[in-house]
Nanobody, 115 residues
């Protein structure tokens, strides 16, 4: 059974940094497009940033220049580096893995940014 397990969330002050990790128990991890999404209280889940199998990335305008994504295919892990965090970045962050029709989600990790 496929599992995505996020870690690294927590409470941080505005302007601070956090790094989230997502460990994936999938075969051919390197072929998956991996991504991070977030859902703030009372809002819909939204795309944060993705990384394709070839390494290309796409990110939401709201995080450009502050967040970056990377992957370690040897460890089946994807990372989200978040710098210069803002209170509006407060949300549950979810890891996502997509390969053709296969689409998997983690249970999420909470990031809280205090002002």
């Amino acid at each position: 059974q496929v599992q995505l397990v996020e870690s690294g969330g927590g409470l941080v002050q505005a302007g601070g940094s956090l790094r989230l990790s997502c460990a994936a128990s999938v075969t051919i991890f390197s072929s998956y497009t991996m991504g991070w999404y977030r859902q703030a209280p009372g809002k819909q889940r939204e795309l944060v940033i993705t990384i394709a199998s070839g390494g290309g990335t796409k990110s939401a305008d709201s995080v450009k220049g502050r967040f970056s994504i990377s992957r370690d295919n040897a460890k089946n892990t994807v990372y989200l580096q978040m710098n210069n965090l803002k209170p509006e970045d407060t949300a549950v962050y979810y890891c996502n893995a997509v390969y053709f029709s296969m689409n998997y989600w983690g249970k999420g990790t909470l990031v809280t940014v205090s002002s």
